[in-house]
């Protein structure tokens, strides 16, 4: 069982802190204020970087970071895929280091790809009502911001995770495949 937070409406200190990564940090809380259940698109970079995974390797990797790690930023669902929020560089680093662990490679091949969105990207970022009505594109928060400066996992942080989600997700064996056109015999009855 999982012990994610269900934080699913953000705070004004959350908002606040969203609306910082925009141009515009006023503008964004006034939109807000007009239209909390309206969801708006944000740069990546400067505040925040989004690492996006298909949603049910995204959950595993979720639940990895709360039951086993340290918990994470705030997380959102959007168009079925899930929206991790990391520190401002990951989208950088996080590439390299899957590479590193030979992330897509032909052992891996069950592995989903991840997305990474940074300086020069921008997300969509769900309403900040928490209604659970359905929106367009079906956003939603899981774990919505709730302070002006969240604790967002780096690099290592989601790297560790992907690689335990993986392994959960993909049993590898380090015997070969069994060959299906092999002749077994029973040596248990040899005279």
Do not use: N
């Not at 969801?39 to 949603?55: E, K, M, N, T, Y």
């Not at 979720?62 to 929206?83: I, K, N, Y």
């Not at 990951?90 to 992330?103: D, G, Q, V, Y």
């Not at 997305?115 to 009502?129: E, N």
Request: proline share 11%.
């Amino acid at each position: 069982m999982s012990c994610t937070p269900h934080v699913t409406c953000a705070t004004a200190d959350g908002a606040a802190w969203l609306a910082s990564a925009g141009t515009y940090p006023r503008s964004t809380l006034a939109l807000w204020r007009e239209r909390p259940d309206a969801p708006l698109v944000l740069p990546c970079g400067s505040v925040f970087d989004v690492v996006s995974a298909p949603a049910i390797f995204g959950r595993r990797m979720l639940d990895r970071l709360w039951d086993e790690g340290p918990g994470s930023g705030p997380v959102a669902v959007f168009r079925g895929r899930m929206l991790l929020f990391t520190a401002p560089g990951t989208a950088h680093r996080l590439p390299s280091l899957l590479s590193w662990e030979e992330w897509g490679s032909h052992r891996t091949e069950a592995v989903p790809p991840l997305l990474c969105h940074g300086t020069g990207d921008a997300v969509t970022v769900p309403s900040l009502s928490g209604d659970e009505s359905p929106t367009p594109g079906g956003s939603r928060w899981l774990v919505a911001p709730d302070t002006r400066h969240p604790w967002l996992p780096g690099p290592e942080v989601l790297l560790w995770a992907a690689v335990r989600a993986a392994r959960a997700a993909v049993r590898i064996s380090i015997f070969p495949p069994a060959d299906q056109d092999a002749k077994v015999y029973d040596v248990s009855r040899r005279r």
